[in-house]
C-alpha cells in the first residue's frame, strides 16, 4: 500500500513539475514559431530569455511589482529582437551568425549586469500559485490528484497555455497571420500583392523576442523567483529545436513543450531519489531528446521555404 502511494505521488510530481516547466519553452518556442513562420531564424532566443530573466528579475526586486516585471522582460525582448531585425533584415547578414551573436550578447550582458547591479544570488516574491480559491474553505487546487496538477500553477504558466490556442487563431485566421505564412513561404509573391515582407518580418520577430523575454521572466519571477548567470541552461535552443519538432504549428509545439518539459522533470526526480542512474547521464536526456527531434527527416520538410533566405527587393 506505502508504495502504491510512494508511485503515485511520483507520477503527480513529474506531472505538476512538467507542466510548470513548460511554461518558458512554451513561450519562448511560440514567439520562435511566428519569428520562422515569416522566414526569420533566431538563434538568439536563449540570449533574449536570459535578458528578459534578468530585467524582469531586477525590477521586482526594486519595485516589488510582478507585472511591472513582466513589462521590462517584453520590453527588453522586443528592443533585442529589433536588433536581430536591423541586423539579418536590413542588412541581410545571415541569420544563424546573427542569432549567434545575439546569444552571446544576451549571455555576457546579463552576466555582467548580473555581478554589478546585484552581486549575489537573491530572491523576489513574483507570481504565485494561483490556488483557484471559490471560497475560503474550498480550494481547486486541493481537489485529490487532478487539483495539484492543474489548479495549482502561476498566472504565467496558463499564459502559456493559453498562448496555443491564440496563436493558432492569430496564424490560420487573420489577415496579419495569412501575411506571415505567405512571406515565409514566398516573400517575392507576398511582394507582389502589395504586402510589406520586411514590416510582416520585423513585426514577426518583434512579437517572438517579446515572448522569449516572458519566457525568461517566468523562470526568474514565477517558477524560482531568484535570478543567477545563465539560469536558462540552453532552455533557448530547445525551444527553437521545438518549432522544427512541432511542424511550426502552435499545437505540435505543445506538445514537444510538454514532452521535454516532463523528460526534464523525470531527470531531476531521478537525481531526488537517488536512482541508480549516473546524474550526467539523467542530465544529459532532455538535450538527447533535442537532438533526435532534430534529426528527423520528414519535420525538415515541412518548414517555411523562405526560412533563413533573405529578401531583398530591388533584386528580386
Known amino acids: 500500500?506505502?508504495?502504491?502511494?510512494?508511485?503515485?505521488?511520483?507520477?503527480?510530481?513529474?506531472?505538476?513539475?512538467?507542466?510548470?516547466?513548460?511554461?518558458?519553452?512554451?513561450?519562448?518556442?511560440?514567439?520562435?514559431?511566428?519569428?520562422?513562420?515569416?522566414?526569420?531564424?533566431?538563434?538568439?532566443?536563449?540570449?533574449?530569455?536570459?535578458?528578459?530573466?534578468?530585467?524582469?528579475?531586477?525590477?521586482v526586486f526594486q519595485t516589488n511589482n510582478p507585472w511591472l516585471g513582466l513589462l521590462a522582460a517584453a520590453g527588453?525582448?522586443?528592443?533585442?529582437?529589433?536588433?536581430?531585425?536591423?541586423?539579418?533584415?536590413?542588412?541581410?547578414?545571415?541569420?544563424?551568425?546573427?542569432?549567434?551573436?545575439?546569444?552571446?550578447?544576451?549571455?555576457?550582458?546579463?552576466?555582467?549586469?548580473?555581478?554589478?547591479?546585484?552581486?549575489?544570488?537573491?530572491?523576489?516574491e513574483g507570481f504565485s500559485e494561483l490556488g483557484f480559491c471559490l471560497t475560503p474553505d474550498f480550494c481547486l487546487a486541493n481537489i485529490p490528484v487532478l487539483g495539484d496538477i492543474f489548479f495549482s500553477h502561476s498566472l504565467l504558466t496558463y499564459g502559456a497555455f493559453a498562448l496555443v490556442p491564440i496563436s493558432w487563431w492569430v496564424l490560420n485566421k487573420t489577415t496579419w497571420?495569412?501575411?506571415?505564412?505567405?512571406?515565409?513561404?514566398?516573400?517575392?509573391a507576398a511582394d507582389s500583392l502589395g504586402v510589406s515582407v520586411a514590416a510582416v518580418r520585423y513585426s514577426s520577430v518583434m512579437l517572438g523576442a517579446a515572448l522569449a523575454g516572458i519566457g525568461g521572466a517566468s523562470l526568474s519571477i514565477s517558477l524560482l523567483g531568484i535570478f543567477q548567470e545563465n539560469m536558462t541552461n540552453g532552455m533557448g535552443f530547445i525551444a527553437v529545436a521545438l518549432v522544427y519538432f512541432g511542424s511550426w504549428?502552435?499545437?505540435?509545439?505543445?506538445?514537444?513543450?510538454?514532452?521535454?518539459?516532463?523528460?526534464?522533470?523525470?531527470?531531476?526526480?531521478?537525481?531526488?531519489?537517488?536512482?541508480?542512474?549516473?546524474?550526467?547521464?539523467?542530465?544529459?536526456?532532455?538535450?538527447?531528446?533535442?537532438?533526435?527531434?532534430?534529426a528527423l527527416p520528414f519535420r525538415r520538410s515541412m518548414q517555411p521555404a523562405a526560412l533563413t533566405k533573405p529578401f531583398d527587393r530591388g533584386g528580386n
Open 1 to 59: 500500500m506505502n508504495e502504491n502511494l510512494t508511485v503515485l505521488a511520483i507520477i503527480l510530481g513529474i506531472a505538476h513539475s512538467g507542466i510548470r516547466l513548460a511554461t518558458p519553452y512554451l513561450y519562448a518556442a511560440i514567439g520562435e514559431t511566428f519569428s520562422q513562420r515569416s522566414g526569420v531564424l533566431n538563434l538568439g532566443v536563449e540570449g533574449i530569455m536570459l535578458m528578459g530573466a534578468f530585467f524582469g528579475f531586477y525590477t
Open 76 to 124: 527588453i525582448g522586443i528592443l533585442m529582437g529589433l536588433l536581430m531585425c536591423v541586423v539579418s533584415i536590413t542588412f541581410q547578414a545571415e541569420q544563424g551568425i546573427s542569432g549567434i551573436g545575439l546569444f552571446m550578447f544576451g549571455l555576457g550582458i546579463s552576466s555582467l549586469l548580473f555581478k554589478t547591479m546585484l552581486g549575489t544570488v537573491e530572491g523576489v
Open 177 to 188: 497571420g495569412l501575411n506571415i505564412r505567405a512571406v515565409g513561404q514566398n516573400p517575392e
Open 249 to 294: 504549428r502552435p499545437t505540435g509545439v505543445l506538445v514537444g513543450a510538454l514532452l521535454f518539459s516532463t523528460v526534464n522533470a523525470l531527470q531531476l526526480w531521478v537525481q531526488v531519489l537517488g536512482l541508480n542512474i549516473p546524474s550526467d547521464v539523467a542530465v544529459m536526456m532532455p538535450y538527447l531528446l533535442t537532438i533526435i527531434a532534430l
